[in-house]
Protein backbone atom coordinates (compact mmCIF):
# COMPACT_ATOMS: atom_id res chain seq x y z
CA UNK A 1 0.00 0.00 0.00
CA UNK A 2 1.67 2.98 -1.18
CA UNK A 3 1.74 5.81 0.99
CA UNK A 4 1.52 9.25 0.24
CA UNK A 5 3.62 10.25 -3.25
CA UNK A 6 4.68 13.73 -3.64
CA UNK A 7 7.14 15.23 -6.81
CA UNK A 8 9.11 16.28 -7.35
CA UNK A 9 11.16 15.60 -4.29
CA UNK A 10 13.04 18.89 -4.72
CA UNK A 11 12.39 21.44 -7.61
CA UNK A 12 14.36 24.44 -8.66
CA UNK A 13 13.12 27.04 -10.12
CA UNK A 14 14.11 30.90 -11.58
CA UNK A 15 12.48 33.92 -9.92
CA UNK A 16 9.21 34.58 -12.12
CA UNK A 17 8.76 30.94 -12.78
CA UNK A 18 5.84 28.55 -11.98
CA UNK A 19 6.42 26.14 -9.48
CA UNK A 20 3.97 22.97 -10.04
CA UNK A 21 4.04 20.25 -6.42
CA UNK A 22 2.24 17.34 -7.18
CA UNK A 23 0.64 14.89 -4.42
CA UNK A 24 -0.66 11.76 -4.88
CA UNK A 25 -3.24 10.75 -1.82
CA UNK A 26 -2.95 7.41 -0.36
CA UNK A 27 -5.40 4.83 -1.86
CA UNK A 28 -8.87 5.58 -0.85
CA UNK A 29 -8.52 8.76 0.55
CA UNK A 30 -10.73 11.61 -0.61
CA UNK A 31 -8.91 14.68 1.57
CA UNK A 32 -5.95 16.22 0.95
CA UNK A 33 -3.95 18.73 2.86
CA UNK A 34 -1.12 21.07 1.66
CA UNK A 35 1.25 22.31 4.32
CA UNK A 36 4.70 24.62 4.15
CA UNK A 37 6.93 24.45 6.31
CA UNK A 38 10.17 26.83 6.86
CA UNK A 39 13.20 26.48 8.95
CA UNK A 40 11.93 26.76 12.73
CA UNK A 41 8.60 27.64 11.96
CA UNK A 42 6.47 24.25 11.91
CA UNK A 43 3.76 23.21 9.70
CA UNK A 44 1.70 25.97 8.31
CA UNK A 45 -1.56 24.86 6.97
CA UNK A 46 -1.95 26.31 3.54
CA UNK A 47 -5.02 24.68 2.19
CA UNK A 48 -7.65 21.61 2.30
CA UNK A 49 -9.44 19.69 -0.48
CA UNK A 50 -11.64 17.28 -1.07
CA UNK A 51 -11.99 15.99 -4.70
CA UNK A 52 -13.21 18.92 -7.14
CA UNK A 53 -13.63 21.03 -3.92
CA UNK A 54 -12.04 23.55 -1.94
CA UNK A 55 -13.12 23.05 1.67
CA UNK A 56 -10.75 25.68 3.22
CA UNK A 57 -8.32 27.72 1.76
CA UNK A 58 -7.83 29.84 4.42
CA UNK A 59 -3.75 29.99 4.66
CA UNK A 60 -3.19 30.30 1.13
CA UNK A 61 -1.83 33.52 -0.17
CA UNK A 62 -4.25 35.36 -2.14
CA UNK A 63 -2.31 35.67 -5.39
CA UNK A 64 0.38 33.28 -7.59
CA UNK A 65 -0.90 30.45 -5.51
CA UNK A 66 -3.65 27.74 -6.73
CA UNK A 67 -4.87 24.58 -5.96
CA UNK A 68 -6.97 21.90 -7.10
CA UNK A 69 -7.77 18.04 -6.32
CA UNK A 70 -9.43 16.88 -9.55
CA UNK A 71 -11.86 13.40 -9.70
CA UNK A 72 -8.63 11.98 -11.61
CA UNK A 73 -5.03 12.09 -10.48
CA UNK A 74 -3.05 14.10 -8.44
CA UNK A 75 -3.09 17.17 -6.08
CA UNK A 76 -1.54 20.29 -7.42
CA UNK A 77 -0.56 23.29 -5.46
CA UNK A 78 0.63 25.64 -8.41
CA UNK A 79 3.17 28.82 -7.46
CA UNK A 80 2.78 31.32 -10.40
CA UNK A 81 5.56 33.54 -10.73
CA UNK A 82 7.98 32.60 -7.62
CA UNK A 83 9.72 34.50 -5.53
CA UNK A 84 12.69 34.20 -3.23
CA UNK A 85 10.74 33.99 -0.31
CA UNK A 86 8.65 30.81 -1.50
CA UNK A 87 11.49 28.43 -0.77
CA UNK A 88 10.37 26.25 1.90
CA UNK A 89 9.54 22.60 1.71
CA UNK A 90 5.78 21.82 0.79
CA UNK A 91 4.12 19.11 2.47
CA UNK A 92 0.87 17.32 1.66
CA UNK A 93 -1.28 14.71 3.99
CA UNK A 94 -4.06 13.09 3.31
CA UNK A 95 -7.07 11.38 5.15
CA UNK A 96 -10.06 9.08 4.96
CA UNK A 97 -12.18 10.17 7.12
CA UNK A 98 -14.55 7.01 7.54
CA UNK A 99 -14.27 6.39 11.16
CA UNK A 100 -14.67 10.13 12.78
CA UNK A 101 -15.82 9.01 16.33
CA UNK A 102 -12.47 6.31 15.76
CA UNK A 103 -8.83 7.63 16.26
CA UNK A 104 -7.11 6.32 13.31
CA UNK A 105 -10.16 7.10 10.71
CA UNK A 106 -8.67 10.74 11.16
CA UNK A 107 -5.16 10.03 10.65
CA UNK A 108 -3.49 12.28 8.58
CA UNK A 109 -0.82 10.84 6.47
CA UNK A 110 1.90 13.04 4.76
CA UNK A 111 4.34 12.36 2.15
CA UNK A 112 8.06 13.19 2.29
CA UNK A 113 7.77 16.56 0.97
CA UNK A 114 8.96 18.49 -2.00
CA UNK A 115 12.05 21.53 -1.47
CA UNK A 116 11.35 24.22 -3.45
CA UNK A 117 13.99 26.45 -4.12
CA UNK A 118 14.15 29.43 -5.67
CA UNK A 119 17.60 31.28 -7.41
CA UNK B 1 -2.90 33.57 15.06
CA UNK B 2 -1.74 30.39 16.37
CA UNK B 3 -4.55 27.44 17.24
CA UNK B 4 -1.47 25.18 19.12
CA UNK B 5 0.74 26.30 21.32
CA UNK B 6 3.55 24.42 21.51
CA UNK B 7 6.87 24.77 23.72
CA UNK B 8 10.04 24.26 23.86
CA UNK B 9 11.38 25.38 20.54
CA UNK B 10 14.66 22.86 21.09
CA UNK B 11 15.25 20.11 23.84
CA UNK B 12 18.40 18.55 25.01
CA UNK B 13 17.72 15.16 26.95
CA UNK B 14 20.53 13.11 28.13
CA UNK B 15 19.80 9.28 27.16
CA UNK B 16 17.84 7.86 29.52
CA UNK B 17 16.61 11.26 30.54
CA UNK B 18 13.07 11.92 30.32
CA UNK B 19 11.79 14.40 27.40
CA UNK B 20 8.73 16.53 27.94
CA UNK B 21 7.32 18.67 25.39
CA UNK B 22 4.17 21.15 26.13
CA UNK B 23 0.83 22.17 23.46
CA UNK B 24 -1.71 24.31 24.91
CA UNK B 25 -4.45 25.09 22.83
CA UNK B 26 -7.87 27.76 22.90
CA UNK B 27 -10.36 26.43 20.58
CA UNK B 28 -12.38 23.79 22.73
CA UNK B 29 -14.28 22.17 20.08
CA UNK B 30 -10.38 20.20 19.16
CA UNK B 31 -11.70 16.75 19.68
CA UNK B 32 -8.33 14.75 18.42
CA UNK B 33 -4.75 15.62 19.03
CA UNK B 34 -1.65 13.38 17.26
CA UNK B 35 1.59 14.25 17.95
CA UNK B 36 3.94 13.43 15.17
CA UNK B 37 7.58 12.77 14.72
CA UNK B 38 9.66 14.17 11.92
CA UNK B 39 12.96 12.87 11.00
CA UNK B 40 15.43 15.39 8.65
CA UNK B 41 14.30 15.23 4.96
CA UNK B 42 11.15 12.84 5.70
CA UNK B 43 8.06 13.59 6.29
CA UNK B 44 5.81 13.82 9.82
CA UNK B 45 4.49 10.33 10.62
CA UNK B 46 2.11 10.27 13.44
CA UNK B 47 3.49 8.83 16.38
CA UNK B 48 0.85 8.60 19.36
CA UNK B 49 -2.79 10.60 19.24
CA UNK B 50 -5.22 11.07 22.02
CA UNK B 51 -8.91 11.99 22.40
CA UNK B 52 -10.28 14.29 25.27
CA UNK B 53 -12.16 11.52 26.65
CA UNK B 54 -8.98 10.16 28.43
CA UNK B 55 -6.62 12.06 30.15
CA UNK B 56 -3.81 9.66 29.49
CA UNK B 57 -2.56 7.26 26.75
CA UNK B 58 0.65 4.84 26.79
CA UNK B 59 2.73 3.44 23.84
CA UNK B 60 5.63 2.09 24.90
CA UNK B 61 7.98 4.68 25.86
CA UNK B 62 5.58 7.61 24.93
CA UNK B 63 3.08 8.55 27.17
CA UNK B 64 0.52 11.80 26.27
CA UNK B 65 -1.34 13.70 29.21
CA UNK B 66 -4.21 15.80 28.49
CA UNK B 67 -5.72 18.06 30.55
CA UNK B 68 -9.27 19.28 29.55
CA UNK B 69 -9.75 22.34 31.72
CA UNK B 70 -6.45 23.68 30.99
CA UNK B 71 -6.25 22.98 27.44
CA UNK B 72 -3.12 21.67 27.70
CA UNK B 73 -1.53 18.54 26.25
CA UNK B 74 1.55 16.76 26.65
CA UNK B 75 4.28 14.52 25.45
CA UNK B 76 6.26 12.29 27.44
CA UNK B 77 9.14 10.24 26.31
CA UNK B 78 10.49 8.23 28.18
CA UNK B 79 14.21 6.71 28.52
CA UNK B 80 15.41 9.12 26.02
CA UNK B 81 17.31 7.38 23.22
CA UNK B 82 19.60 9.19 20.51
CA UNK B 83 17.50 7.79 17.72
CA UNK B 84 14.62 9.65 19.31
CA UNK B 85 16.44 12.97 18.00
CA UNK B 86 13.43 14.62 15.84
CA UNK B 87 11.46 16.95 15.66
CA UNK B 88 7.99 16.67 17.42
CA UNK B 89 4.73 18.27 16.30
CA UNK B 90 1.39 18.60 17.79
CA UNK B 91 -1.59 19.03 16.38
CA UNK B 92 -5.08 19.53 17.22
CA UNK B 93 -8.33 18.97 14.79
CA UNK B 94 -11.88 18.90 15.18
CA UNK B 95 -13.12 15.55 13.58
CA UNK B 96 -10.34 14.95 11.45
CA UNK B 97 -10.53 17.82 9.64
CA UNK B 98 -8.40 20.78 9.07
CA UNK B 99 -5.20 19.99 11.44
CA UNK B 100 -3.97 22.68 12.96
CA UNK B 101 -0.34 21.89 13.80
CA UNK B 102 2.22 23.50 16.86
CA UNK B 103 5.80 25.00 15.49
CA UNK B 104 7.60 22.38 16.16
CA UNK B 105 10.18 20.74 18.88
CA UNK B 106 13.50 19.97 17.75
CA UNK B 107 14.97 16.95 20.35
CA UNK B 108 18.18 15.88 20.64
CA UNK B 109 19.32 13.16 22.76
CA UNK B 110 22.82 12.81 24.37
CA UNK B 111 24.42 9.55 24.29
Known amino acids: NAGVMQNPRHLVRRRGQEARLRCSPM?????VYWYRQLPEEGLKFMVY????????ESGMPKERFSAEFPKEGPSILRIQQVVRGDSAAYFCASTNILDPGGLRGSEAFFGQGTRLTVV | QQQVKQSPQSLIVQKGGISIINCAYE??????FPWYQQFPGKGPALLIAIRPDVSEKKEGRFTISFNKSAKQFSLHIMDSQPGDSATYFC??????????FGTGTSLTVIP
Open chain 2, 27 to 32: NTAFDY
Open chain 1, 49 to 56: LQKENIID
Open chain 1, 27 to 31: KGHSH
Open chain 2, 91 to 100: AASIDGNQFY
